[in-house]
């Protein structure tokens, strides 16, 4: 299973109004059915998508997802363009009571931003399930800043 990783345009803009602080902001995470179809150009706030997230309870699921640790704000010297980065394993998800399917990816938005801005979607080749008492680990994820 491969992602392909979407920054979206308003995390962009709200970059450049420096209304994101990426060292110290509450992001989350947040699971999408896998009949969410991204729009990185209309769909700029939680508002406009939350609709599409996995169902409340599901699989132990919490709407809103899961806080993330603080990122990292770091200008990548290599390629000269910031990058929002979470190091490490930074998130576990156990799925409880039952099993989590048709997870078509993962949202990551910004939760302290007053319109709770995305900032990207990472989309799965395929759709996601995780089984009953199974643990995923997140690790080592970047969002590039345009």
């Not at 394993?89 to 799925?95: Q, R």
Request: proline share 1%; hydrophobic share 35%; charged share 20%.
């Amino acid at each position: 299973m491969s992602f392909t990783k979407t920054v979206f345009a308003g995390f962009n803009v709200e970059c450049a109004k420096k209304k994101i602080d990426g060292n110290n902001d509450q992001f989350k995470l947040a699971f999408m059915s896998g009949e969410y179809v991204k729009d990185t150009t209309t769909q700029k706030f939680w508002s406009h998508i939350s609709g599409e997230e996995i169902a409340d309870g599901f699989g132990g699921y919490t709407v809103g997802g899961y806080n993330l640790p603080s990122g990292e704000v770091i200008h990548d010297t290599a390629n000269n363009r910031m990058k929002l980065y979470w190091s490490g394993e930074f998130l576990s998800v156990t799925a409880s009571g039952e099993d989590m399917t048709g997870i078509g990816g993962f949202v990551i938005y910004d939760d302290t931003h007053a319109d709770k801005v995305i900032v990207g979607y990472a989309e799965s080749s395929e759709d996601i399930s995780i089984a009953n008492g199974t643990t995923v680990n997140f690790s080592d994820m970047v969002f590039y800043i345009s």
